[in-house]
């Protein structure tokens, strides 16, 4: 079956460190994102990517870094510049046809 | 830039009543709406989408929105909840060529039996 594939399912890291997100789809879409989901806060974009090797800032892309060296794949990188990186982080796709394709998540937690 | 507000933060209704849930959304130019949901402890799922054409959009699970453009509005209802609606709901907008998707702060609904 096609879809987005995240990893882990759940992560801690200790202040202070750099931690890796990862985000896989095989459906071949060219278009990926990444979302930080707060409570209250509903989902925020952090970056997006519409082709390979190309990405673009969202609105709280502040201590985070992304790449896309491949289509498939859309890492995020949090980096000890994220202040509050305790979250959901969700990852999206966009094919032909608008329809968004979403992960089941990552919850990183701070310890 | 593009925006979505919704309404209540917080809903409570008993089961049978009828819901309707806000949405307004900022954005210059022609819009793809949708409502996504995600209940206790799952990953968002889509309600139902809103690309072109009829106004009026049926979704899964008796769920429906209706696009008023003159209102710049996408609202939710459902004539009769049920327990297991119990979930948060949260609208998105994705303007025509932004690439974006924009979601709004979502609300929470709770069904008291």
């Known amino acids: 079956d096609g879809g987005i594939t995240q990893s882990p399912k759940y992560l801690f890291r200790k202040e202070g460190q750099n931690v890796t997100l990862s985000c896989e789809q095989n459906?071949?879409?060219?278009?990926m994102y990444w979302y930080r989901q707060d409570p209250g806060q509903g989902l925020r974009l952090i970056y997006y990517?519409?082709?390979?090797?190309?990405?673009q800032k969202g609105d709280i892309a502040e201590g985070y870094s992304v790449s896309r060296e491949k289509k498939e794949s859309f890492p995020l990188t949090v980096t000890s510049a994220q202040k509050n990186p305790t979250a959901f982080y969700l990852c999206?796709?966009?094919?032909?046809?608008?329809?968004?394709?979403f992960g089941s998540g990552t919850r990183l937690t701070v310890v | 830039a593009q925006s979505v507000s919704q309404h209540n933060h917080h809903v409570i209704l008993s089961e049978a009543a009828s819901l309707e849930l806000g949405c307004n959304y900022s954005?210059?130019?022609?819009?793809?709406l949708f409502w996504y949901v995600q209940y206790p402890g799952q990953h968002l799922q889509l309600l139902l989408k809103?690309?072109?054409?009829?106004?009026l959009v049926k979704g899964i699970k008796g769920f429906e929105a209706e696009f008023i453009k003159s209102k710049f509005s996408f609202n939710l209802r459902k004539p009769s909840v049920q327990w297991s609606d119990t979930a948060e709901y949260f609208c998105?907008?994705?303007?025509?060529?932004?690439?974006?998707?924009?979601f709004g702060k979502g609300t929470k609904l709770s069904v008291i039996p």
């Open positions: 999206a796709s966009r094919g032909t046809g608008y329809g968004y394709t």
């Open positions: 459906l071949n879409h060219d278009a």
């Open positions: 990517s519409q082709i390979v090797n190309d990405f």
């Open positions: 954005y210059g130019g022609t819009v793809n």
């Open positions: 809103y690309f072109s054409g009829d106004p």
């Open positions: 998105a907008v994705d303007g025509a060529g932004s690439y974006q998707l924009t």
